[in-house]
């Protein structure tokens, strides 16, 4: 499918539980009456049968491949490595989680046929129409708050605004893969690197989960935009948090499922709510 527009949404897909996670998030961005295009970036493990859901929503396939980096980038970024070094201690990351796979996410750079993208992580969900993100500034981000308000200092990737350059992709390449170099929080902390003057958007356009029951004061529905379930996956069994988390749970598989939704502004905010 060729593009339809000069403006697109892109999110990334490298396993089966993402390709899940994107399904939810197209039929949300369908239900905002969007224009733009939907992108969706997927690397070759991922097979026909499981991307068909999402091409017969309409969305823009394309295969791409990881990042040429060099060995030793990919040991020091292997998933047994990087946990070891720089440990989740608040959440637990998922066993199809795979931090190399994230660096993929520097792909949307090469799409220079639209004049300006929003990524948005496969585990997410937008709750009304976002388009004006793409009349904010390359490159702009969310705080990543879901703990205490020194995490406003700090930004999350899944959720950002920029303009695809290959000169751009181009200067990322060559500062990404240098000498002992360790992206902590793979591409999260690069990009945050590579654009240290990056713009502020207001939290509720990358609402992350733990918000739920670690600030509920910050919580409400009638402004939450983008709501992002990082760490523990809304599919996932055995989820370790799910009892805590269970309206947004059972929100996810309204929109993954196409059933019916809920008004989203009068929904019931967490207990502690402002």
């Known amino acids: 499918m060729t593009s339809t527009s000069n403006l697109a949404y892109v999110t990334l897909v490298t396993n089966a539980d993402y390709a899940m996670g994107a399904t939810a998030l197209v039929h949300s961005l369908r239900r905002t009456g969007t224009s733009a295009d939907i992108v969706i970036l997927h690397t070759g493990g991922v097979d026909a049968a499981t991307l068909a859901p999402l091409e017969?929503?309409?969305?823009?396939?394309?295969?791409?491949?990881h990042l040429p980096l060099s060995a030793a980038f990919n040991e020091r970024h292997a998933r047994g490595q990087l946990h070891s070094a720089a440990p989740f201690t608040k959440g637990r990351k998922p066993d199809f989680?795979?931090?190399l796979d994230n660096f993929c996410k520097l792909r949307l750079w090469q799409l220079v046929e639209y004049e300006r993208c929003v990524f948005i992580d496969a585990d997410a969900l937008v709750l009304k129409n976002v388009d004006r993100l793409f009349l904010y500034p390359e490159f702009s981000a969310a705080p990543n708050v879901y703990e205490s308000l020194a995490d406003?200092?700090?930004m999350n990737s899944g959720v950002f605004v920029a303009t695809p350059s290959q000169d751009t992709?181009?200067?990322m390449r060559e500062r990404?893969?240098?000498p002992e170099t360790f992206w902590r929080r793979t591409d999260q902390t690069f990009l945050e690197t590579f654009?240290?003057?990056?713009?502020g958007l207001p939290v509720y356009f990358n609402m992350l989960q733990y918000v739920w029951f670690t600030?509920?004061?910050l919580w409400d529905w009638k402004s939450v935009s983008i709501l992002h379930y990082q760490y523990e996956k809304p599919w996932e069994k055995n989820h370790?948090?799910?009892a805590r988390l269970q309206p947004l749970i059972d929100l996810w598989h309204r929109f993954h499922d196409g059933g019916d939704v809920p008004e989203i502004a009068g929904l019931a905010n967490p207990e502690g709510a402002a």
Request: hydrophobic letters at 35%; a positive charge; one cysteine or more.
């Open 56 to 65: 017969a929503l309409g969305c823009r396939l394309i295969e791409v491949e």
């Open 215 to 217: 600030m509920p004061e």
């Open 152 to 154: 406003f200092r700090r």
């Open 97 to 99: 989680h795979s931090p």
């Open 195 to 199: 654009f240290p003057d990056w713009h």
């Open 169 to 171: 992709f181009r200067h």
């Open 240 to 242: 370790p948090k799910a």
């Open 176 to 178: 990404l893969d240098r």
